[in-house]
């Protein structure tokens, strides 16, 4: 999600509302901007700084999650039962 937010004369930003929705914001709420070398980010001021993936890896990491949740049937066959 992006969006082109403008600058006041005092140096308030306004951020839409899909923002406010996605980071869990509430009116009088705070973040935390932070200089990072992609540019600034946003976050809740109470969550951890998180790392910035590319779409790439963020692809990589799906793969691999799903590679990982392989259906019952790929497992090898139990050898007896317990009764």
């Known amino acids: 999600m992006s969006a082109v937010i403008s600058i006041s004369k005092r140096g308030t930003l306004t951020l839409p509302k899909e923002f406010w929705t996605q980071l ?3 009116s009088s709420g705070r973040i935390v901007a932070q200089e990072t070398k992609h540019g600034i980010l946003l976050r809740p001021e109470s ?4 790392k910035t993936y590319s779409k ?3 692809a990589r990491i799906a793969r691999a999650a799903v590679q990982r949740r392989s259906p019952l049937t790929s497992l090898p066959a ?3 039962s317990r009764g």
Do not use: Q
Request: charged content about 25%; hydrophobic content about 40%; proline content about 8%.
């Open 24 to 26: 869990g914001l509430f």
């Open 78 to 80: 139990r050898r007896g």
């Open 56 to 58: 790439a890896k963020v």
């Open 47 to 50: 969550s951890p700084a998180t």
